[in-house]
């Protein structure tokens, strides 16, 4: 059914409410400005959408008999196990925070397994390990600070992870005993993000990383009888490295690295003279990942091909070529060997799969799938497929238009269509052609054509495009969307009086940016967890990310450098906003805290413009809660009907 006929009597009270001086109401943990009641029918309406669950891959039990996933059967996503392919999801973690992902000590001791989890979207992840038959849970952090990247050796002798204080950007890399790790030991403490990225097979010393940017990082070895520290591949080049493997010999690594390159490649590192092996040359798209078998021997890497992933399978020491699963096209977000090296999981999503996973058994050549989430009883092939396309930009690229890509979900007819432009966060990211059950409501019951823009800065199209929006060229991003504007305008199935721009996080500050630039070419815009002023962001953002966003946004403490972040700011522009906008919030988020969305809905509002407003207090950078993303989910239904006019 159609939401027009249950929606007009909600949008005519919220017409009302909006004539009206707007309240700020408060029920449970929601906190509302100008959002109607959900109708019940519209309730009922969204319920199977709402519904729809996914599951993903966390680990292998140690005997290789079963897997570990995260999947949510109540308000939040929980780890379960599976004992056989669509077998019984047994659940493990009952919190009501999410806990979603997991691994096992890897040894043949009682079931233990490491988790981290937050407080209301806090991110002041505290680590636990979990006795499986008992159920039981042990936190081995101080409760206080920022703890991540747990990590256990081969055997599961040790254990290292990072922390970091709220406020701090120095962060400490500490190690203790995997089997009750109270007594940890710091082998660094400095500022910059650091990392646990790995022990030797002989556990004498640990690999740890230092991100800098998505463009620079450093490895480092530490030796952990002397706590001597010595740099991996020290180079005056600006080198960006993924994950990382021992070989089996602790001899040389295996990395992901853009060195010499402009996409990722896979590469094998000798640690004692520096020289390196290209193992997936020849592909000129990013390897976004790999997996290695405890053995060493065999090698699974994952690439990320114009946003669609691709597996491969390799010989460790040769490099030579295995057989390696015909897949569907998919996007993977995880993979891991068993402990015997003989199978291969794998968490797919795609259209019209909303997350499962598969297992690959490398002797027998056999695809199995191991799980199949509910799709709110939905048939699956009655999902929108995506189609790629791509509109010429304001620059040039090699002495031509350069190009700009996205994936279009196109509802049925000829239109034309109301638009939805979602825009993705990071701004180190991309938009894939995974799962979306709010993307195929849309298309279906709003009949919104929805695109997905990977705008420059972008990751997945090589190093030169992720730094196109860099410092002060951060509004050329923001001209990619007004050319796919244009794009839209020649389009007859697209509606260009009905286009509505949202997007999270980086995506909405885009939304505010696009909208101050182009509010006349606009219905409205929707801002989640957005930066609307880069200096007041840069200022309050959590300590230990400050230094990780100046190179992305610009240092603020430069006097040019913040008259020129106040300049392009939203806020600075928010008089230009004449259309409706809706801002979502978190009010627990460290990254880009409550009082962004608070300083913009006071702008807008002042200037006598319609805003609505939702904030969970029990939230952080996005809602993870299942009744929070509900409510968001039914006002955003509200809202978009509202102003494309259904």
């Given at each position: 059914?159609r939401?027009?006929?249950?929606v ?17 109401v408060?029920?449970g943990?929601?906190v509302t400005e100008?959002?109607?009641e959900?109708?019940?029918a519209?309730?009922?309406?969204l319920l199977?959408?709402?519904?729809v669950?996914g599951?993903?891959?966390a680990?292998?039990?140690?005997d290789?008999?079963?897997i570990?996933?995260a ?7 929980q780890?379960?196990?599976v004992d ?6 047994r659940q493990?973690t009952f919190?009501p925070e ?8 890897p040894?043949?001791?009682?079931r233990t397994?490491?988790?981290?989890k ?7 992840f505290?680590?636990?390990?979990m006795d ?5 849970s042990?936190m ?6 920022r703890?991540a ?13 990072s922390s970091?204080a709220?406020?701090?950007?120095k ?8 089997r009750?790790p ?10 910059g993000a650091?990392?646990?990225r790995?022990f030797s097979p002989?556990?004498?010393k640990l690999?740890v ?6 463009n ?5 070895l530490i030796?952990?009888?002397t706590?001597?520290?010595?740099q991996v591949n020290?180079?005056?080049k600006?080198?960006s490295?993924?994950n990382?493997e ?9 990395v992901?690295?853009?060195?010499d390159s402009?996409f ?19 592909i000129d798209?990013?390897?976004?990942g790999?997996d290695i078998?405890?053995?060493?021997k065999?090698i ?13 399978m ?12 015909e ?18 999981a794998?968490s797919l ?5 909303s997350g499962?996973?598969w297992v ?10 191991w799980?199949e989430?509910?799709v709110?009883?939905i ?8 189609t ?10 090699g ?21 939805l432009?979602t825009?993705h ?6 938009s894939?052609?995974g ?5 195929q409501m ?12 990977n ?14 929006d ?12 007004g050319?796919l504007?244009d ?6 199935s ?13 995506g ?6 696009v909208m101050?630039t ?7 815009g929707?801002?989640?967890v957005g930066i ?5 962001f840069?200022n309050n ?5 400050k ?8 240092d603020?403490r430069?006097?040019?450098?913040a ?6 700011s ?10 409706p906008m809706?801002?979502?919030q978190?009010?627990?988020d ?19 413009q ?7 207090k ?6 993870a809660k ?9 006002a955003?239904?509200?809202f978009l009907q509202?102003v494309?006019g259904?």
């Amino acid at each position: 059914m159609r939401i027009a006929a249950i929606v007009s009597v909600a949008v005519a009270a919220a017409a009302l409410a909006w004539a009206a001086d707007v309240q700020r109401v408060e029920r449970g943990m929601l906190v509302t400005e100008n959002v109607p009641e959900t109708p019940p029918a519209l309730k009922d309406t969204l319920l199977q959408y709402q519904n729809v669950r996914g599951a993903s891959f966390a680990d292998w039990t140690p005997d290789g008999k079963s897997i570990l996933i995260a999947t949510r059967f109540a308000d939040t996503a929980q780890l379960h196990r599976v004992d056989m392919p669509l077998g019984l999801r047994r659940q493990l973690t009952f919190f009501p925070e999410p806990v979603g992902s997991g691994t096992y000590r890897p040894d043949n001791g009682p079931r233990t397994i490491l988790y981290g989890k937050d407080r209301g979207g806090d991110e002041n992840f505290q680590l636990y390990l979990m006795d499986e038959r008992e159920g039981a849970s042990t936190m081995f952090t101080d409760g206080k600070s920022r703890n991540a990247a747990g990590t256990f050796s081969d055997d599961g002798s040790l254990i290292a992870w990072s922390s970091v204080a709220k406020d701090s950007q120095k962060y400490k890399i500490l190690v203790a005993n995997g089997r009750a790790p109270k007594e940890p030991r710091v082998v660094l403490d400095e500022e910059g993000a650091w990392f646990p990225r790995g022990f030797s097979p002989d556990n004498t010393k640990l690999l740890v990383g230092k991100s800098v940017s998505v463009n620079e990082s450093y490895l480092y070895l530490i030796d952990l009888k002397t706590g001597t520290r010595t740099q991996v591949n020290p180079s005056p080049k600006q080198i960006s490295y993924g994950n990382v493997e021992f070989a089996a010999d602790g001899q040389s690594l295996y990395v992901v690295s853009d060195e010499d390159s402009e996409f990722s490649r896979l590469v094998r590192v000798n640690l004692k003279d520096n020289s390196k092996t290209a193992l997936s040359g020849g592909i000129d798209w990013d390897v976004d990942g790999f997996d290695i078998t405890l053995d060493r021997k065999t090698i699974a890497y994952v690439t990320n091909e114009a946003g669609v992933s691709r597996v491969y399978m390799i010989d460790a020491a040769s490099g030579a070529k295995l057989p390696a699963p015909e897949l569907p096209t998919a996007v993977f977000s995880g993979a891991g060997f068993s402990p015997d090296g003989t199978k291969l999981a794998l968490s797919l999503t795609n259209a019209q799969t909303s997350g499962d996973v598969w297992v690959w058994d490398l002797k027998a050549r056999k695809l199995t799938r191991w799980t199949e989430s509910e799709v709110g009883g939905i048939d699956p092939s009655t999902f929108v497929q995506p189609t790629l396309v791509s509109w010429p930009t304001f620059d040039q690229a090699g002495g031509k238009p350069r190009t700009i890509t996205g994936f279009q979900y196109l509802p049925p007819g000829p239109g034309p269509h109301p638009v939805l432009i979602t825009i993705h966060g990071g701004p180190e990211a991309q938009s894939q052609p995974g799962f979306s059950s709010n993307t195929q409501m849309l298309v279906k019951k709003l009949g919104m054509a929805v695109i997905l823009p990977n705008v420059r800065g972008s990751t997945g199209y090589g190093k030169t495009f992720v730094n196109l929006d860099n410092g002060r060229l951060r509004e050329d991003s923001v001209k990619d969307i007004g050319a796919l504007l244009d794009w839209i305008a020649t389009q007859p199935s697209l509606d260009k009086k009905r286009v509505v721009v949202s997007g999270g996080s980086y995506g909405g500050y885009m939304s505010y940016a696009v909208m101050t630039t182009y509010n006349d070419r606009l219905a409205a815009g929707i801002s989640v967890v957005g930066i609307s002023n880069f200096v007041t962001f840069l200022n309050n953002t959590s300590g230990y990310r400050k230094d990780l966003r100046r190179v992305e946004y610009g240092d603020e403490r430069d006097p040019e450098m913040a008259k020129f972040l106040q300049t392009i700011s939203p806020l600075t522009n928010a008089g230009k906003i004449t259309k409706p906008m809706f801002i979502v919030q978190g009010l627990n988020d460290p990254r880009v805290p409550y009082t962004e969305a608070e300083q913009m809905l006071k702008a807008i509002r002042a200037n006598g413009q319609e805003v609505w407003f939702m904030m969970a207090k029990d939230e952080g950078h996005g809602f993870a809660k299942k009744s929070n993303q509900n409510a968001q989910q039914e006002a955003t239904v509200l809202f978009l009907q509202k102003v494309i006019g259904k």
